[in-house]
């Protein structure tokens, strides 16, 4: 019998989150038939009722079915929605027959069985060519991260990875594991990627990691840490950085000027400067630079000024509005939280339903994705339930460094 794809039953779960709504029967069948409708996008009762398990049998969706539901969320067609994904398990590259030598996750899987088969990983690394699906990059690096997190001996894969071009790009680039449980991630960048990378980019994002890592976990400022932030970004056009390095960049700023006694004089300047230099970026690029910049703002103290700022709130307003998209990060997850709190400040009246991420989702950011999750729930809880979750927020976000939680929300 024919069983739907992943990618038919990511799209039907977010399609019903988009019309808020389940599919259950033919009557709310048809309700999304006439839904669509009205956005001149048009399917049968009957074609959705089968996509949805209403009718059976089940039959594969056409096409063109799924490019309507993809322009439903706002993707071009199906094939755009499909990029976007990133819980798909296999990639068409998955699984190789004996005829083929090129990159696999399922040879990358095998590597990581035990230390005696990481002898391997370096070759499998190294039969990645640059032109892979971006997807397949995001799987890889995700394998990596999982196996890395939760075995005891890391250092001797570490350094493979470090040591190796696209080791660092799979996990030490992509992966970025913001739990950082133990300050295993940050020692891995020190040990085994700053030694073994001359690109003055990639070391302004690990150094402004560490920079993050040392006052959010730690509550410290480190000298060391800045002075190499200070000397790599004499040495960098901020135009030619990615946005993760543009985030890192004015977030390391903020807390370089806080400690320097002057960011009551300078925090406006810098949202309006980062502000224009993100004008490039898209909606998604643009909510990481953002978020991380509010978090900095926050852990401040600076929760009012950042409530009155006209501009940046006029773009928080537009990135809340169009994350329906299926572009769902941990970035626009801060975000969320950022602006429910100040509509709620504000005494606006809230009309909206909070996204939430699958758990399967962002396992680097764990604690920081639960700390979100209870911020949202205090905001919309009363009497008993207010109570527990005031206590256990408090004692969460202290005890895993997510203060800006705290002090956004009290």
Known sequence: MNQPSPYVNAICSQIEIQSGFKIKNIGAAKRLSDLLANDKLFISSYTIGRLFGVIKPYRTPYKSTLNILANYLKFKDWDAYCENQTNIPFDTNYFLTEFADGFSISVLNACLIDKEGCESLE???NKLNGKEKSTLIYSAGEILG????EIKEKNYLLEILGKNANGQLLFYESFVDEDNKDNYFSKALENY???NIDNEYRKLFAYGFLINQKLYKQNEFSEFYFKQFITITNQIELEKCHYHEVSRFYECLIIFDSYNGIIANTWENHINELLENCKSF????????VSRVIKTLLYFNFKKELFQHKALNE???IMIKTERTGLHTIALYAIQLYWLYRMNYLKNKIVYKPFRINNIFFQNTKNEKLAIELGIAYLFSVGENKIILNKNINQFCKERGLLWVIKLIY
């Open 146 to 149: 999982f196996h890395i997190r």
């Open 282 to 289: 898209n909606i998604y690029e643009k909510a990481w630079i």
């Open 315 to 317: 773009l928080i307003e």
């Open 123 to 125: 070759l499998v690394l």
């Open 193 to 195: 990627y700053l030694p």
